[in-house]
């Protein structure tokens, strides 16, 4: 069974300050990680993905996050919020390869200039 | 880039009616899927398919739905008789085999009247 907790289901940062979007999972088997956004009226995209390599890792639009295995977390950060970056954040979990992705509730990030 | 595309892009059906959602996946995944969003909720996992069978189905896949790879292009989702409850954003998702990663389409809004 896997499962995927997001702490905060509003973010509110200011232009220019740090990100910071909580994930945490829960898997019986190493797990493979994924976080996506999706602005309004629009599909999934992804962020970045953890598949077992490096800890910490560098997606697009300057997001990253850091696998902690000893924590069970995948934390999204950005050092410096745009406009830009106004949108809603699901991390995902899956047991790897073709299986399901299981994703979380969503954190609606607010950037206020 | 290759994308996975959907149609129609918003479907609307009274309830009792019988919808087809169409997605063409990115043309060499052997791996398909088919989730779920209610408005204001998270994505939800309906049904993955592979090799002209599914591979895993969610509760909320029952017989009311069904999947279907008619020709080697197009990934079908059917619902025979839909509900209220079936409005929803549903996306259509294929993986390749060589990053894991599942590649989501934009997306169909289902709205049931």
């Known amino acids: 069974a896997q499962s995927v907790t997001q702490l905060g289901s509003h973010v509110s940062v200011s232009e220019g300050a740090l990100v910071l979007l909580r994930c945490n999972y829960s898997s019986s088997v190493p797990p493979y990680l994924f976080w996506y956004v999706q602005y309004p009226n629009q599909g999934l995209q992804l962020l970045l993905k953890?598949?077992?390599?490096?800890?910490l890792v560098k997606g697009i639009n300057g997001f990253e996050a850091e696998f902690k295995k000893s924590e069970t977390s995948f934390h999204l950060t950005k050092p410096s919020a745009h406009m830009s970056d106004a949108a809603e954040y699901f991390c995902?979990?899956?047991?790897?390869?073709?299986?399901?992705?299981?994703f979380g509730t969503g954190t609606k990030l607010q950037v206020i200039p | 880039e290759p994308e996975v595309t959907q149609t129609p892009s918003h479907q609307v059906t009274q309830m009792g009616q019988e919808v087809i959602l169409r997605c063409v996946p990115i043309s060499n995944h052997l791996y398909f899927y088919w989730y779920r969003q209610i408005l204001g909720q998270k994505v939800e996992f309906l049904v993955s398919f592979y090799n002209n069978e599914i591979s895993e189905k969610s509760e909320i896949f029952d017989d009311q739905f069904s999947v279907e790879r008619p020709d080697g292009s197009n990934f079908t989702l059917k619902i025979r008789s839909t509900k209220l409850e079936d409005s929803a954003m549903y996306f259509c998702?294929?993986?390749?085999?060589?990053?894991?990663?599942?590649?989501f389409g934009p997306g169909t809004r289902l709205t049931v009247t």
């Open positions: 995902a979990v899956s047991s790897g390869g073709y299986q399901k992705v299981t």
């Open positions: 998702a294929s993986t390749g085999t060589s990053d894991y990663e599942q590649y």
């Open positions: 953890y598949t077992s390599a490096a800890t």
